[in-house]
């Protein structure tokens, strides 16, 4: 390792702890072997531990053998060092990045089932427009609507229809990629 | 060849002499390789037992643990071994049998998820859907077991595949994506830690069984050595710096002594090597070492700034990072006087509070001096494994460990009825040492029935019961906190007769309660040949002191 340094004065009280990052919501891009209860793992360690997921979405990757787990979590309320330090010890999660929210888009998949009548349906395919949302189920008293996004995007949209009658709503949870070239 | 006799081939490649364990329904085909595969086996007298007799082994002898059990209840009554082997970072692996394929799922006859069951408690775990997978899962498991941070893994194994014909190859290397343990620690971080250390006024080395786990005694002797740094251990820890000496401070924590713990509060570096922080060492966390710097190095990255923020982390394997931290702090020749004032001040609390007893004036036999005699006895060189409870505090207190792998305890599960199956599985992997067992009045009930696996496997554990007839450690709570209310911790009597018990299962019994016969009974029980059982009668209603009331900071011991 080297020459071993000098004498040099250190004084501890410059010390500081490394690392401690401010609290915010954090997506975490899990990947993990492709094994029978995987998912059981890590939503095991997140119960045991007492961390909060906020959402949750897996699925499978261009590699056959590797999974996605992609959650969310609060880093105010949990130290998201301490979350990633759990998980990696999971022998089958393989890689975790937490991703920044400047260098990654994310995207979630909602559903939302709507009251409507003859008079409200118009007024709800504006909206739906506006928010670049699809409506692809129609019945004499409902309408269902189709929003991809941010889950920002999805929870103003929503705030948006809840007065006319909000029957349903189902969410996949954010899915994300870091931007550019390379490999998240 | 069936995948049970893979299982043998594997098992002896790994180096392994003996395992414990009970047969059942689902993994007769494990017992009928077992039969004629040349691998000592100990018929245990319950599954609990082989757990923690494969943990006692582990942990005298730093080899891997192996137990079995059968489905369903077998498989349960390894839930309490293998939570005690990960809080306790224990290597061991545990195979268990399972239900035929076609069952799993459909509450067959002592069907159990042991998988799902143990999730939260083991390092690891593998269930085998693929008879061809079996041999790389055994290794795999020795391999997650024995590294990093040693733990327990469970392989369940199916029946039906346990008995399927597969082509064994012998495997010599495992490989995992997810599975890489960082060992040789950050040089930049390392340098800076030797530096924080040379400009330390008030140092301390916080020492758990991290060290022992990695054979890094011997490193951390020199680090401690290369200047005069203070040395706690915790209880994990004791024995990997050589008790009695100069630079000992005792054990920190609830019941450590006064001046590990007001060294540890005074100091303004404190250097946590394999150790965790955990409460009973901390008391109340926002007031531990409240003046200190932290240094942390452990193999688990999850470790560090888990409880206690570190300002210094390093990340990596003891023994390779203690002697380049030595390497780089001698280098830095720091002026050997450095330390004087802050001797003068540990000396001046080693000197006021010394750990101390008021000891009886007739013939009663005092718990303090019944662990005093028995290191007497035993030269201070046997293995010793204790139960949970006062006894177990007070062989930590004043059993000097001169060695690490010397002292076998529960210590983050505090789980009672360890004593007896780790001496069994201690005296398994030593036969040469002698092996003592501290036991609990009350602890020792919880797995009297190992006494028989002991004298049929001729097993020659010297068992000394420390009979204070009360479930004591929870009676000295309720005498301190819950106004002397004992509620059910009485137990004093007149069942058993520990005597006749231990003449029962066919070994030797003896009773003293007179302090001056008390170093003649432990001779003659030491020289016996087979398993001894010694019903030590001692004070009822000693208390385990110093104290650090739970949640309370160190500075307010009591006692
Ligand atoms: C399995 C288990 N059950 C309960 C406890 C709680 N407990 C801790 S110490 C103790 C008393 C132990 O009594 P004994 O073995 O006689 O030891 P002593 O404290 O008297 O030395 C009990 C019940 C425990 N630690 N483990």
Redesign the pocket.
Known sequence: MGEPATQEILDLRDLQVPGARPGRRHILSILVENKPGVLARVAGLFARRGFNIATLAVGPTDDSTVSRVTLTVDGAVHPIDQVTKQLHKLVNVIKIRDLEPDETVARELALFKISADADSRAQIMQFTDIFRGKVIDVSKRSVTVEVTGTDDKIEAFERMIRPFGLIEMVRTGEIAVSRGRAVT | MRAVDAIMECLKAEGVDAVFGLPGGANLPTYDALYDAGIRHILVRHEQGAGHAAAGYAKATGRVGVALATSGPGATNLV?AIADAVMDSVPTVFITGQVRTELLGTDGFQEADISGITMPIVKHSMMIHDPRDIPRSIHEAFHIARTGRPGPVLVDVPQDLSRADINYEPIDSVSLPGYKPTTEGNVKQIRLAAKALANARRPVLYVGGGVINAGGSKELTELALSDRFPVTCTLMGLGAFGAPHDQWLGMPGMHGTRTANYTIDEADLVCAIGARFDDRVTGKLSEFAPRAKFIHIDVDPAEISKNVPAHIPIVGDAKRILPKLTREYRALETDPTRLDGWWQRIRGWQEKYPLAYVDSEDSEIKPQYMIEALYEATGGDAIVTS??????MWVAQYYDFAKPRRWLNSGGL????VGLPFAMGAAVGCPEETVVCV??????Q?NTQELATCVDERIPVKVFI?N?G???????WQELFWDRRYSSVD?GGPSPDWVKLADAYGALGMRVSDKAELPEVMRTALAAEGPVVVDVRVTKEENTYPMIPAGQPARDMVG
């Open positions: 309490t139960d949970v409870g006062q006894h177990q505090g789980t009672m009825g036991a609990g009045d009350g602890s020792m919880m420390m204070n009360y479930l004591g450690m929870v009676r000295q137990i």
